[in-house]
Structure formats: C-alpha cells, structure tokens
C-alpha cells in the first residue's frame, strides 16, 4: 500500500533506496482503493513502479494517474510518465530469486476488489482492514472471509500482519478465522 500520501511515500522510498542501493521499486500492490491505502500511489508510478489493483480497480487507477496535480505538483505531474497497472483477478504470483509472494483477490465485506499477500518463504500473510492484530481479535464479517481465503489457497501456520495493527500468529486467532 502507499498510505496517505507523496511525503509518506516518499519517505518509504527513500529508506528503500538507501537499505537497498541500486535496486529499482519494481511494483507497488494496493490492497484496495480506499484512500488511507493509495493516497501516495501516484508517487510510485514516478518511480517507475508497476501497480498492482484487485479487480475491478484498473480504471480507476488509470483515472488517477492521469489527473493533473497543478495546485500543489506531485512527482508524477513533476516527471510525467504513463502508469503501468495491472490487476488481479483472482491470483498472481511475484517471484525472483530471492523470494515468492502470492497475491489473492478476496471477496469480502469492505471493499469489492482486496488483495491479500502472502510472503510465501517467511509465511506471513498481509491483510488490511479485515484482520487488525491488536488484542483479541474478535470473529466478524472480515475475519471469516480471510479465513475462507487461507482454507482455499491451503494457507497454514501463518503471521498475520494486519495494515493497521500488529501481527498475530494464524492458530491463535483460529476462532475469528472460522467458517460459518
């Protein structure tokens, strides 16, 4: 996700460019479209990154890119460059030598199009808005569809890492994972 904004953005590619020295911000994923998650995604098409959206987002996305930022100029209108969006259906998979990460469109209650991550190697599974790991994690609405999602790909023994809490361990949040 790119949270809030270009400063927010920005300051997050920075600290990835100097932990990384050389290395391009090659994609982006935006979990869905609400702007708490995408506010600074213009900031990384600038990079060059690829975006990635759950279906049906495309459009919209290619909406934003597109749209003049003349009062207060972003990097984008700064250094304009044609947006590269692709979008996930139900499944794709980002994998190099070093590592694998398994993106999953998820139908839920929140938002129509939300992708979950999984970082397959470390076994840790990126949800937001659904499950925020903070306490006890009640059984709702959100969590059974993230449970739904980890039962259909066959995902076991995970870290959940929730966009606005901490993280949480699969088997102990079981009961709010549940099926109906």
Same mark, same amino acid.
């Given at each position: 996700d790119a949270p809030y904004g270009e400063l927010l953005s920005r300051l997050v590619i920075d600290a990835a460019k100097a932990k990384y020295p050389g290395k391009p911000i090659k994609y982006l994923v935006l979990t869905h479209h609400h702007m708490d998650h995408t506010g600074g995604t213009r900031t990384y098409i600038a990079e060059g990154a690829q975006v990635i959206v759950p279906s049906? &987002?495309?459009?919209?996305?290619? *909406?934003?890119?597109?749209?003049? +930022?003349?009062?207060?100029? /972003? /990097?984008? %209108?700064? *250094?304009?460059?044609?947006?590269?969006? #692709?979008?996930?259906? &139900? %499944?794709?998979?980002?994998? &190099? /030598?070093?590592g694998e990460i398994r993106l999953y469109n998820i139908p839920n209650p929140h =938002?129509? @199009?939300?992708?979950? @991550?999984?970082?397959?190697? /470390?076994?840790?599974?990126w949800v937001t808005d659904l499950v925020s790991p903070r306490g006890e994690v009640e059984r709702n609405p959100g969590t059974i569809a993230v449970g739904e999602a980890?039962?259909?790909? @066959?995902?076991?023994? =995970?870290?959940?890492?929730?966009? +606005? @809490?901490?993280? #949480?361990? %699969?088997? &102990?949040?079981?009961p709010a994972l549940a099926q109906n």
């Open positions: 049906p &987002d495309k459009a919209h996305f290619e *909406k934003v890119a597109r749209a003049p +930022h003349t009062v207060a100029p /972003d /990097d984008l %209108q700064k *250094k304009p460059m044609a947006a590269k969006i #692709a979008e996930v259906k &139900d %499944q794709m998979t980002l994998k &190099d /030598d070093v =938002a129509q @199009g939300m992708i979950i @991550g999984h970082v397959v190697k /470390d076994n840790i599974v980890l039962r259909k790909y @066959g995902v076991t023994g =995970a870290t959940i890492a929730g966009g +606005h @809490g901490t993280t #949480a361990k %699969q088997a &102990d949040i079981e």
